[in-house]
């Protein structure tokens, strides 16, 4: 038996309120998706050049009293707090808090930078020679080399060529130009930024660095998340010398992610730095976000005045 006409009609009617309501959706997604990318790029208005150096300034000095208050050394020599502790034991955001002391003139500053310096000393651990590159240590066991990731290793490779020797792999991996991408390819330059501090700059090494850094860059201007990874796109870049790279829409809604005490988020309204990942509940600055927004700030204010002058009138 057939399926009656009015039946076939109902359902023919069903199926296209379907499709047109699955095309409204799309059309919607694609909107939406074309107002984030635009936010995320251009500023509806470019502040004035006064308007973005106090913002720089309120900035740099909310981030700067958040480590502070982070870091409360005891006679005993430790920290008060979970993120104080995070920001000292990580040796990537060690490295970052002496950067800025060593860009600070600020006398809190430079005491917090000599005493991490100290800690780490204490150490005598390669890893210690991300925060200071004269610090004496010990060169890693193969026992402690295979239990990092690979990208750790990359980066002690960098930091101490001659005493974390990589697999023939693993180096093909660290120098590859175009293998990686997001969190991958950001590790991979922070590598490539100690290997040229270390061992200097070739034109090969420059011509890597940056096929890489265009493509963090363009990632950046895709991704309109801020999130942990939006943070570091933007720090690392600076880190490698590439302002040129850096959009001021970046900047700007970088610092607007800066928390009232000072501190930034790993997460953006819950979504990770993953994608296809998100986080529920109650969620406080975190030290490693919050060392790359602090070192973001100093970098442009004292390592690259010129950018400001360049993007702000």
């Not at 970052?96 to 006398?107: F, G, Q, Y």
Request: proline share 5%; glycine share 6%; charged share 25%.
């Amino acid at each position: 038996m057939g399926i009656p006409a009015g039946r076939r009609a109902a359902r023919g009617t069903f199926l296209r309120w379907l499709r047109r309501i699955a095309a409204s959706v799309a059309i919607l997604l694609v909107l939406a998706l074309g107002a984030a990318l635009l936010n995320n790029n251009v500023s509806i208005r470019r502040p004035s050049r006064a308007e973005f150096v106090g913002n720089l300034d309120r900035t740099l000095a909310r981030s700067t009293d958040w480590a502070l208050r982070q870091y409360r050394q005891t006679a005993a020599g430790s920290v008060s707090t979970p993120e104080g502790r995070s920001l000292l034991s990580n040796s990537a955001t060690a490295h970052m808090v002496v950067d800025c002391a060593s860009l600070s003139s600020e006398p809190r500053m430079k005491a917090l930078g000599s005493s991490f310096v100290d800690a780490w000393k204490v150490e005598a651990n390669v890893f210690g020679k991300m925060v200071d590159p004269a610090m004496p240590a010990n060169a890693p066991s193969d026992r402690e080399l295979h239990s990092l990731e690979e990208y750790q290793r990359w980066i002690l490779h960098g930091v101490a060529p001659s005493d974390v020797p990589l697999s023939p792999k693993e180096r093909e991996d660290m120098f590859s130009p175009d293998k990686y991408r997001t969190g991958k390819a950001t590790h991979q330059l922070f590598a490539l930024y100690f290997y040229r501090k270390s061992k200097g700059s070739t034109p090969e090494m420059d011509r890597l660095m940056q096929k890489i850094e265009e493509r963090i860059a363009w990632e950046a201007a895709l991704d309109f998340r801020v999130t942990d990874l939006y943070l570091q796109r933007l720090a690392f870049l600076l880190a490698a010398g590439r302002p040129d790279l850096i959009r001021p829409r970046w900047v700007e809604r970088a610092f607007a992610a800066q928390q009232i005490g000072g501190g930034w988020l790993e997460s953006w309204h819950g979504w990770t730095r993953t994608p296809y990942r998100f986080s529920f509940g109650d969620e406080l600055p975190a030290a490693h976000s919050t060392a790359q927004g602090m070192w973001i700030s100093y970098m442009l204010k004292y390592r690259y005045p010129e950018w400001i002058d360049r993007n702000y009138k």
